[in-house]
């Protein structure tokens, strides 16, 4: 494993639903420290995709490979949920628990971290996303914006390699967007390998490394930003890219 070497690699990677063909042929190399954008109309593959890269789907054929491990066999699985963090749109946090209780749980159940070292953890990362204060609140107390925020701190409180986001700001408010969003670009800057599902185009703009477009469960086209706005090559590019403007 050298720095070259993509930390996220899925090479012909083929996924069903029953009959249903949902990725076809997919592949994509992620490097460590890219920012990837990941847009297409809904139903086009986006979130079976990166839920692919950490097995909450399981894939039929090709390979995927996080950090050197290739995802087969429950000990690599284990390895590479741990490695890698998710941000879901409906935050998914645990309504019984509080912010703290949320945010150490895995690390003290699977990476075997003490209480007192996980909550030291915990609470940096809660500053970091400025919700520290709310730390004894649960999450129906906390706004959506806010929840999403507790979310983010807690994926990062497993160290993870890398983190992917499926529409993390889709289910919000608009005056929450931005607070996620510029919690997602101080991730950016100080340097994680990010995957983010997202219609926030803006975003893509300023933080992508490389935007990928889908469709029908295909990679049709991927670009640096620039050109990947200012000139899709595809026609189902022009016509999302046309959709998506018309839009915001
Ligand atoms: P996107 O994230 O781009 O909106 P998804 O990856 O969620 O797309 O879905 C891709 C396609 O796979 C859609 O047609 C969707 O209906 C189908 N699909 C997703 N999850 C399932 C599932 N659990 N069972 C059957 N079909 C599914």
Do not use: W
Not at 46 to 53: E, G, N, P, V, Y
Not at 63 to 84: C, M, S
Not at 111 to 134: F, P, Y
Request: hydrophobic share 40%.
């Amino acid at each position: 494993m050298t720095l070259q070497s993509p930390l996220i690699r899925m090479m012909d990677v083929n996924k069903y639903y029953g009959a249903f063909h949902a990725l076809k042929s997919v592949s994509i190399s992620v490097r460590r420290g890219e920012k990837i954008v990941l847009c297409g109309p809904s139903g086009s593959g986006k979130s079976t995709l990166i839920r692919c890269i950490n097995h909450l789907e399981a894939i039929q054929s090709g390979t995927i490979e996080v950090d050197g491990t290739k995802l087969e066999g429950t000990t690599a699985i284990d390895t590479i949920r741990r490695e890698v963090g998710m941000v879901f749109q409906s935050f998914n946090l645990f309504p019984h628990k509080t912010v703290l209780e949320n945010c150490i749980i895995a690390p003290m159940r699977v990476r075997g971290v003490s209480r007192m070292d996980a909550e030291t953890t915990a609470m940096r990362l809660l500053e970091r996303v400025k919700i520290a204060n709310q730390a004894q609140k649960y999450p129906a107390q906390l706004s959506g914006g806010q929840q999403q925020r507790v979310a983010i701190a807690r994926a990062l409180c497993m160290e993870p390699v890398a983190m992917l986001f499926d529409e993390p700001t889709s289910a919000l408010d608009p005056e929450m967007v931005k607070e996620v969003l510029d919690t997602m670009i101080s991730l950016a800057n100080d340097g994680m390998t990010m995957i983010c599902v997202t219609h926030e185009m803006g975003f893509a703009r300023q933080v992508a490394d490389r935007v990928i477009f889908m469709s029908d469960g295909e990679i049709v086209e991927e670009n640096s930003p620039k050109d990947f706005f200012s000139a899709p090559q595809h026609k189902r590019t022009r016509a999302f890219l046309g959709e998506i403007l018309a839009h915001h």
